[in-house]
């Protein structure tokens, strides 16, 4: 803070290397914030962020230009320091939010269907509340319902009734839409930001009629995002990646920094830190199944699992690479020496965002961007070697036992062992590309033939398709400006 100080470091033009951190970022309502414009068909998302980046503050003598206090600050890519930011919600359903979980499999209404009780960490009873029962399982009998979902072993076929051999525990566990809640908090994929509406509100765009959804009714969202500075240099195909981003601009990222002035404001300028940064992330997107058809197929011991199973649960995709270029920033600085609460050594505060936020004149990043719509495995983490192909259904036999209807023990459950997936742990971000070759689980079931034929590439005029993209992506136009963030500068890469 002594001006003697600032003098001698300009004389050598002396780089302290520092970190910038964002404050408060620990809490649900994290005041560090951005708006994501997607156009009038999605509307505006708001972001939470968090995280720190790695910087040097360059000082030069005054005779270089500029006044007493001007800095030069250089926002530097690394492997280590990154910004963080809340899922982002992109489409919704109500259905979600009402219906049953079980209502395909059993074949009721399709008003009927929905995850609305797809809650839980417990097994959820198949075909609940639909008799009075005693009846044969193939009825559905008891008010409570059967104790899972049914299977059937062809050697042993009809233990608890026609084609009923034993009972899969159907838990939600990561999947329970319950898990998606309103929280500014950054870094974990079930957090869509602080906004209570995280969905644009008014008829105009709400289709169908639903108003008011909620976080839970997401079914389309990316993942928290890990933001780094990208490289300078790097090349960007913004119009013709087939797998990416397309139909935009190719472009080449530039430097990130800017200026600063220690002291009040830059001269000629309102502000005392005006800086650009350029952002590389991997997107990767999360679907959640809804309304799933089961088209009647009885789990068999020894098969490949149906589609139904997916039905409520939530699928990644493959992440595309994209790039959020020349996000202008503008506040103000001041010197405040102190130690966090962590033990760091600070020099300096500061609140940035985008210049004229709010307004029609704010200085927003314009840029495209890219998600995937190919699924490549499930949210939870697999179990029985369920990525590999091909995958061979692992159910256990299960030995004759007495009926279900009140005459003896309990109907046995093939147990959470024998599952193709651990419903309690979710599985990290894949590192594979969109349109990659998705898991064994996904792809054996009835969610993926279907999807990976139509995406093959084999496009040709025969197929009646004249296009080269796989439409496993989808590239859309975006706004983004920077309502409040509040960072600590820290003295060294701490």
Not at 62 to 74: E, M, P, T, Y
Not at 117 to 143: E, K, M, R, S, Y
Not at 372 to 394: K, R, W
Request: proline share 10%; glycine share 12%.
């Amino acid at each position: 803070s002594k001006k003697s100080f600032i003098k001698k470091a300009s004389l050598v033009n002396f780089k302290l290397p520092v970190t910038i951190r964002l404050r408060g970022s620990n809490a649900a309502s994290n005041p560090n914030s951005a708006n994501l414009d997607l156009g009038a068909s999605l509307g505006r998302r708001q972001v939470n962020l968090g995280g720190s980046l790695a910087a040097e503050i360059v000082f030069h003598d005054s005779f270089d230009g500029g006044a007493l206090g001007n800095v030069d600050l250089s926002i530097l890519p690394s492997s280590t320091k990154t910004l963080t930011t809340t899922s982002i919600p992109l489409l919704w359903n109500t259905q979600v939010s009402g219906g049953r979980w079980d209502a395909n499999s059993l074949g009721l209404p399709a008003a009927a269907a929905g995850c609305g009780n797809f809650t839980g960490n417990a097994p959820l009873p198949f075909g609940a509340g639909l008799g009075a029962g005693p009846a044969p399982v193939g009825g559905i009998p008891q008010p409570g319902g059967l104790p899972g979902y049914p299977f059937t072993d062809p050697a042993n076929p009809n233990v608890f009734g026609p084609n009923v051999s034993g009972f899969l525990p159907v838990t939600p566990g990561v999947d329970d839409p319950n898990n998606l809640t309103v929280s500014g908090i950054p870094g974990d994929n079930y957090k869509v930001g602080a906004n209570p509406d995280p969905f644009p509100q008014g008829a105009p765009s709400e289709p169908g009629g639903f108003a008011n959804p909620t976080a839970k009714d997401t079914v389309l969202r990316t993942n928290a995002l890990s933001l780094t500075i990208a490289t300078p240099g790097t090349p960007v195909n913004g119009s013709t990646n087939a797998d990416g981003l397309a139909g935009s601009q190719n472009s080449v990222i530039g430097a990130s920094g800017g200026q600063a002035n220690l002291f009040g404001n830059i001269p000629g300028k309102s502000y005392g830190i005006d800086v650009t940064v350029n952002l590389a992330t991997t997107i990767n997107s999360i679907l959640r199944i809804t309304d799933q058809d089961s088209f009647g197929s009885p789990l068999i011991t020894g098969a490949s699992y149906p589609a139904g199973i997916f039905n409520c649960r939530q699928v990644r995709t493959g992440g595309i690479q994209n790039y959020i270029p020349s996000v202008h920033l503008t506040g103000g600085l001041r010197i405040a020496p102190g130690i966090t609460s962590d033990g760091k050594l600070r020099i300096a505060k500061a609140t940035i965002s985008t210049p004229n936020t709010g307004t029609s004149t704010a200085d927003r990043s314009h840029f495209g961007v890219a998600a995937c719509l190919a699924p490549y495995a499930g949210v939870d983490a697999q179990l029985n070697q369920s990525d590999l192909s091909p995958l061979t259904n692992p159910l256990s036999k299960i030995p004759p036992a007495s009926a279900v209807d009140g005459s003896g023990p309990p109907a046995p459950f093939a147990g959470y062992a024998n599952l193709p997936a651990d419903v309690f742990t979710s599985r990290p971000a894949p590192a594979a590309g969109c349109n990659a070759a998705p898991t064994g689980l996904v792809a054996q079931s009835a969610l993926a033939p279907s999807t990976v034929q139509a995406l093959s590439g084999a496009n040709n005029i025969t197929d009646g398709y004249t296009v080269s993209n796989s439409g496993s992506a989808v590239s859309i136009a975006a706004d983004l400006d920077v309502t409040n963030v509040a960072v600590d500068v820290l003295v060294g890469d701490v």
